[in-house]
């Protein structure tokens, strides 16, 4: 996360703490920052899985980056009539 690389070991233990990070006395800076990002990450996976009844809604999917977005759909012919290989 770019907002956490700005922040003072101080207060990134801070956040960790909060966060309940296990190990986050021992850690360096950026393996604050790490834990950190995957427990908010983790965090907002949940959160959008609260909304993710089944899988994701009719006509959309979500990206690596947790985002929402439309899904393309590609329109199927049905056949006017069926041979033994299609059924």
């Known amino acids: 996360m770019v907002g956490l690389e700005k922040l003072s070991k101080k207060e990134l233990y801070e956040i960790a703490k909060e966060k ?11 393996e604050l920052i790490n834990a950190i990002s995957e427990v908010i990450n983790t965090e907002q996976l949940v959160e959008m899985s609260k909304y993710d009844v089944g899988g994701s809604p009719i006509g959309y999917h979500i990206d690596d980056k947790c985002e929402i977005k439309e899904e393309v759909t590609e ?12 059924l």
């Open 20 to 30: 309940n990070i296990k190990g986050r006395s021992a850690m360096s800076r950026d």
């Open 75 to 86: 329109d199927y012919k049905i056949p006017e009539k069926y041979n033994v290989d299609m």
